[in-house]
């Protein structure tokens, strides 16, 4: 794949990875976008189409999420697109791609359309709220843990938190 993303060619308004994006370890959101742009043309000639048709799924719902506003007809195209991912991701698993695609991102996606319904368009909410939660309680409570057995101390830990806070909440 590192291969087709250096030889394409350089495109205004598209960004050329001159070394391809394998070793990246962190990529911007822009970055994202540019890579999107290239990805399904990159994917053509070495991706079965199974992989080509889950990838386009993919890209096209990211697309849909993305807009302003939406009425029914393109949270039915939402849904259309993401089934079709699901009928078509077991593909990267066949092909040894990953050993599996139980990946909270993956799964994530199944909410977004009445995420949308009840919240609005994706653009009025972002994921700093699941970010921080993630670190008060995952980060937070593996710290307290003695790293053995570690999932009962961890709910102890949580179940104990939110104990203070509703006393502090009530003192």
Avoid at 30 to 37: G, L, N, P, Q, S
């Amino acid at each position: 794949l590192d291969e087709q993303f250096q030889v394409l060619l350089p495109t205004c308004g598209v960004r050329h990875f001159k070394k391809g994006i394998a070793d990246f370890s962190q990529i911007t959101g822009t970055e994202h976008k540019h890579i999107a742009r290239i990805l399904l043309a990159s994917l053509t000639g070495k991706v079965d189409a199974k992989g080509i048709a889950a990838c386009k799924a993919l890209l096209n719902f990211i697309h849909l999420a993305q807009y302003p506003s939406h009425d029914q007809e393109t949270l039915d195209y939402m849904a259309a697109e993401l089934q079709t991912w699901h009928k078509n991701k077991a593909y990267f698993v066949t092909e040894g791609v990953r050993d599996h695609l139980n990946i909270p991102k993956f799964h994530s996606l199944v909410h977004y359309v009445d995420s949308i319904k009840w919240l609005g368009p994706t653009d009025n909410y972002n994921t700093e709220a699941f970010e921080r939660l993630h670190i008060d309680m995952a980060k937070e409570a593996w710290d307290a843990t003695n790293k053995r057995d570690h999932f009962p101390q961890m709910t102890q830990w949580l179940s104990r938190q939110e104990k203070m806070m509703s006393y502090e909440f009530y003192k």
